[in-house]
């Protein structure tokens, strides 16, 4: 029975863990719990992907509230008065209070934890601050460090011997003391202090029996010899184990290849700019892929990976560059061609899909992943331009004749619509938008609001508000996007933008 349904009680809260990695690896009790609960919680690092919430997908349902806990900072640095112990302080208590929120209407919160919820958790911040005030039960799960040695196949220890975790975050000489007084160990979190605990083992003595397991238990895991790791390489979910003298060498098998079926091209949306508004169903996409094909710039966007071969291209080889990765994909492997904004507005997803409609890529498997695209992004920044109808046009003729930019154009402005201009001014073209202005001005008071977006959601954003008549098409180049409004595109007393979602008679 689900919170709501409980007559004027509290909710439940419960911490529930979700096992190392592998989906197979959720407990019974933890599935059960998330498709039951009323509102699911997860953390999230400024990206907005959580490793939690792809976990628990499967078993989520529709009508569940889900409340994305995003911190403030993580490695990085804060401008907040009291640091960074402050600005995470200050989150999870206001995180608690949202949580809070919902346990007192009467509703259960499951809060999600990779691994267990009480071993290196996030959800222990909450249960402090929660638990003696709401019932609370905590499901255990599958620990990274039991989840390594199973993948490693190495016992971590036997009969009276002694097993210390440890946090890599402990300075070096320190994690040395450690190492060198224990029978086995595991060493967690890792990522930007692999080099500090790499030293620690090494000044420890015991660097050539330790071992590196990343990812354990997902199809992404990678194992090797610790000594042998490069330091670049190194996300937070990796851990460094040294296990027992007691339990020999590693067993050794000779390698697989990995087949995983046949292979796929996979169309990604990045968003128009920060990674935090790449989607995490895309970010998953990227990580999968065995192979990454786009436009140079796009690609340098994806962190990288040295599993994976990368196959920069030119901006104007789009049908070339679908081909590419069609092929790759008929040969078994899984491939991600790379987008800016959404991929299927004046982007990749149409030009692979026409190339995959020839007969020799037939069977080739296609999917297209939808990102934030520019048009969205410029309007947010200023309010809500497109809280009516509007139209999408790019003012490029390479592919199409510019009589009919402008035939489109003058239908568009003659229904009154918002327009989003796409590919604005290049410098092959640098007329027409001042061309596209006269035309628009036919039709179009010279009052109408106009928006001009540049590299929103990158390091050198602006945007500009100004009018149609005092529109300036030099202004504009190939970061750009303009939204030229309605007649009932209004700019409040505060600067904010809106179009009326009424429209008069």
């Known amino acids: 029975m689900t919170g709501q349904n409980r007559d004027n009680g509290p909710g ?23 498709g039951a609960a009323d509102v699911v919680a997860f953390h999230a690092a400024q990206h907005g992907r959580s490793v939690a919430r792809a976990l628990a997908a499967p078993y989520l349902r529709a009508g569940q509230v889900e409340e994305l806990l995003v911190y403030p900072v993580t490695t990085g640095t804060t401008d907040h008065p009291g640091g960074y112990q402050g600005a995470i302080d200050e989150f999870y208590e206001a995180a608690a209070a949202r949580l809070a929120a919902h346990l007192d209407a009467g509703r259960d919160v499951v809060v999600l934890a990779e691994g267990d919820p009480f071993f290196y958790g996030s959800y222990m911040h909450m249960h402090k ?20 040695a199973a993948v490693l196949g190495r016992p971590l220890v036997e009969r009276d ?10 300075g070096s000489d320190e994690l040395a003391e450690w190492l060198a007084t224990t029978d086995s160990a595991a060493v967690l979190k890792l990522g930007r202090t692999f080099p500090q605990v790499r030293d620690a083992f090494d000044a420890a003595g015991v660097l050539d029996r330790a071992v590196y397991v990343e990812r354990a238990t997902t199809a992404q895991q ?40 046949r292979g796929e091209v996979v169309v990604v949306g990045l968003g128009p700019g920060r990674r935090s508004w790449t989607t995490p169903e895309a970010a998953e996409a990227l990580a999968r892929a065995d192979d990454l094909v786009g436009y140079g710039p796009y690609l340098d966007r994806v962190p990288a990976n040295p599993r994976q071969t990368r196959y920069p291209s030119d901006n104007r080889v789009e049908a070339e560059r679908a ?17 800016s904004g959404d991929p299927g507005v004046f982007a990749m997803a149409a030009a692979v899909l026409e190339v995959a409609a020839q007969p020799e890529f037939a069977g080739v498997d296609v999917r297209v992943l939808p990102g934030l695209t520019a048009a969205q992004a410029v309007a947010s920044r200023v309010g809500a331009p497109l809280g009516h109808d509007f139209a999408v046009l790019s003012l490029s003729d390479v592919l199409k004749p510019w009589d009919v930019v402008v035939d489109r154009l003058r239908h568009a402005a003659a229904a ?71 007649s009932q595109t209004q700019v409040t007393p505060s600067g904010q933008v809106f179009t009326s979602r009424r429209y008069p008679g």
């Open 161 to 170: 011997e002694v097993l210390t975790v440890l946090p890599g975050t402990l």
């Open 129 to 148: 601050r929660l638990a003696h005030r709401y019932p609370t039960e905590v499901v255990p799960g599958v620990t990274s460090v039991s989840g390594a």
């Open 222 to 261: 990678r194992t090797m010899p610790l000594a042998e790791v490069d330091p670049d390489t190194v996300p937070y979910f990796s851990l460094a184990l040294l296990p027992s003298q007691l339990t020999g060498a590693a067993p050794q098998h000779a390698e697989e290849p990995d087949v995983t079926g």
């Open 323 to 339: 081909a590419a990765a069609l092929r790759l994909a008929r040969s078994g492997r899984r491939v991600a061609v790379v987008s």
């Open 12 to 34: 439940r809260l419960y911490g529930v863990g979700l096992g190392p990695g592998d989906p197979e690896l959720v407990t019974v009790k933890a599935a059960r719990l998330i």
């Open 416 to 486: 009154d619509l918002v327009i989003a201009l796409y590919n604005p001014r290049s410098k092959a073209r640098p007329h027409q938008l001042a061309e596209a202005r006269d035309v628009l001005l036919e039709l179009k008071k010279a009052d109408t609001v106009v928006v001009v977006g540049r590299d929103v959601g990158g390091p050198a954003e602006s945007v500009t508000v100004t009018t149609l008549g005092e529109f300036d098409p030099a202004s504009v180049d190939m970061r750009c996007l303009v939204l030229i409004g309605s």
